[in-house]
């Protein structure tokens, strides 16, 4: 059996490891690259809004891939990551919280993937957004891929 991640994979992550074009893409796909032990986790909520990214023509992300070359893509990520999700009633719940905290607009999404990693004892978060997601998750270690490449290993 493989040993368990400690590090969720924000979607930014996915979409700069996937998209050639984006301006992280080198640090993303870096977390896949040599001999390295890492191994991630990733939201299933993360797959949806990678996908939504990715397919999009023009604007703030104008990556333009086909729906199948987006599903392959993100196929090739799940079979080298775990998969992990939130309950409806976990869903429900993180929703609740985020309302209750004041929390307004698409944070929603980052406060639902960082959830996994609360939910599924990961200890680190990441992600090419840290302030969000610190601010979201004070309690977690929230690092950028460059972070993580940078970071001695054990």
């Known amino acids: 059996m493989a040993a368990r991640p400690d590090e969720l994979l924000d979607s930014n992550v996915l979409i700069a490891l996937l998209a050639e074009a984006h301006e992280h893409h080198a640090a993303s796909i870096g977390l896949f ?11 299933a909520h993360s797959y949806a809004e990678a996908y939504s990214m990715l397919t999009r023509c023009g604007g703030p992300a104008p990556f333009g891939f086909a729906p199948g070359e987006a599903w392959a893509a993100l196929a090739s990520v799940r079979a080298a990551t775990e998969l992990v999700g939130l309950t409806p009633a976990q869903t429900f719940d993180a929703v609740r919280r985020y309302a209750h905290d ?53």
């Open 33 to 43: 690259l040599g001999e390295t032990d890492l191994r991630f986790a990733v939201s």
């Open 102 to 154: 004041a929390g307004v607009g698409p944070r929603l999404y980052d406060r639902l993937i960082g959830e996994g990693a609360v939910v599924h004892g990961l200890q680190r978060i990441v992600t090419w957004n840290v302030a969000h997601m610190r601010g979201l998750f004070p309690g977690l270690s929230v690092v950028t891929p460059t972070d993580m490449l940078a970071a001695p290993r054990l």
